[in-house]
């Protein structure tokens, strides 16, 4: 049983936003493409966690604490007798390890071995459960998601699952017994309640309203150039069709998102959409759909 599953990150979704409506430099492009990347592998494991037959309790992307050292895990599994850790990575392409230098590098590149990493977060890990009196046992694992990828000269010896193997890994689950599922939903909430943010180590370029590009994207080729017909937001460049209410419901959300201080007004969003959408159409779907706070011309929604 999914406890806690997979979702897209506040930091992946603003920058996501950000991309459509302003020019990102390497940096935050090479941020952006990594947070996207480890979302669709933990993704792609997570649905096959579901499979299993078991009701184990699965917990996805917390980030916690532990005598102010912070640590991450991509996938926690609860059984009844041990906790098992996932590092989970989405690489693609040919891989070569160096079992000298204990490195991992493809012909282009040099990437963090992962194992290091995931030892450190079980360390962390097992002192945190230790200090609310949890003592279940540990099992660590990085899975390498991708089915394209290849780790050519790969050790025997180490805790790595490969992509063919994955299925075959996870089957074994399916022959354990679940008998203490009090005892486990009760690690499960801690782990759930000691989740906290990790917004302090967010990336965001630095950007202001009057610097984004304005406008209503198309929520599948996200162009810029769509038009209202009716009751319709129609994309200019694929032809996609989306009812008003929703795509501009979307658009609010992102304003939202990425101006989280500021009041949503109907000039506001009307500015956003970059005219695009009626004061009426837009009065009327944020009356429908949100809360507003006051009556006089200050009024807006939340």
Not at 171 to 193: C, D, G, H, P, T
Request: one cysteine or more; proline letters at 3%; hydrophobic letters at 35%.
């Amino acid at each position: 049983m999914i406890v806690k599953s997979r979702k897209k990150s506040l930091e992946l979704q603003i920058l996501s936003y950000l991309y459509n409506r302003m020019e990102f430099s390497e940096k935050y492009l090479s941020r952006l493409h990594a947070l996207q990347k480890g979302y669709e592998g933990e993704a792609l494991f997570e649905s096959y966690i579901e499979q299993l037959q078991n009701n184990y309790l699965v917990l996805s992307d917390l980030f916690l604490q532990v005598n102010s050292t912070s640590f991450q895990l991509d996938c926690v599994m609860i059984t009844d007798e041990k906790i098992f850790l996932y590092e989970v990575k989405n690489y693609e392409g040919d891989y070569f390890y160096d079992p000298k230098q204990d490195r991992i590098s493809s012909k282009s590149k040099e990437i963090t071995n992962p194992l290091p990493q995931l030892i450190r977060a079980e360390t962390l890990l097992r002192q945190l459960l230790q200090t609310h009196g949890i003592r279940l046992p540990i099992v660590y694992n990085v899975v390498f998601v991708n089915p394209e990828f290849t780790l050519y000269n790969a050790p025997k010896d180490k805790p790595f699952i490969f992509p063919t193997q994955i299925q075959r890994y996870l089957k074994q689950f399916n022959n354990y017994s679940i008998n203490q599922l009090n005892k486990n939903r009760f690690v499960a909430e801690k782990l759930l309640s000691l989740h906290t943010s990790d917004s302090k180590f967010w990336e965001i370029p630095p950007y202001e309203f009057d610097d984004l590009k304005k406008g209503i994207t198309c929520e599948v080729c996200f162009s810029f150039r769509t038009s209202v017909k009716g009751y319709s937001c129609i994309c200019i460049e694929c032809g996609h069709s989306e009812a008003i209410s929703i795509a501009l419901t979307r658009c609010v959300e992102e304003f939202k998102l990425l101006f989280s201080e500021d009041k949503i007004t109907t000039n506001v969003i009307f500015d956003w959409c970059q005219g695009i959408v009626s004061r009426k159409t837009i009065l009327r779907i944020l009356e429908s759909n949100y809360t507003k706070v006051g009556k006089t011309r200050s009024a807006y929604y939340k």
